[in-house]
């Protein structure tokens, strides 16, 4: 049902494993980002707070999931390096319109709301990152004339 096991015995190979993983070092790395944004928070204003936060997660998700998720698999460097840069920009963009958000409905939210809002922006990109990594940065590439099914003897 899971494909293939890594080093460590959990399913990796098939699609649902994958997502399985995926979604467990995204939630990881989710909790990371909202512990990392409350100390920052103490130090640093919302923005820089957020973006310091989410540049070490997204650097780090991206690291296991590459050595977790989708191991073993061949893997496009550039692309891996494009899907990383193109995840950040797109949590710093969706995290800071969640934050500026929340300010609009709560002027006086507190460090805790602001890091609740920029984990729920986090659910989308993640899904989206999922289908990036899978489909574009760890695609196995099929041998000219393979069949995606296997076509039954004449």
Known sequence: MFGERGPSGVPHGGAIGQA??????????????????????GTFPTGLANVLALL??????????????????????????????????????????????????DADAGSVAEAVAVAVMSVAGGIARFT??????????RSPGAHPLPVPAA
Do not use: D
């Open 132 to 141: 990036a990594l899978r489909l574009w940065v760890f695609h196995r590439h």
């Open 20 to 41: 399985v993983l995926f979604t467990a070092v995204g939630g990881a790395t989710t909790a990371v980002n909202a512990v990392l944004y409350l100390l920052l928070r």
């Open 56 to 105: 070490l997660t997204t650097v780090g998700s991206s690291a296991l999931h590459r050595r977790l998720v989708f191991t073993g698999l061949p893997e496009r460097r550039l692309r891996m390096h494009l899907q990383t840069a193109a995840t950040f920009l797109f949590y710093c963009v969706s995290s800071s319109a969640a934050l500026a958000l929340l300010r609009l409905l």
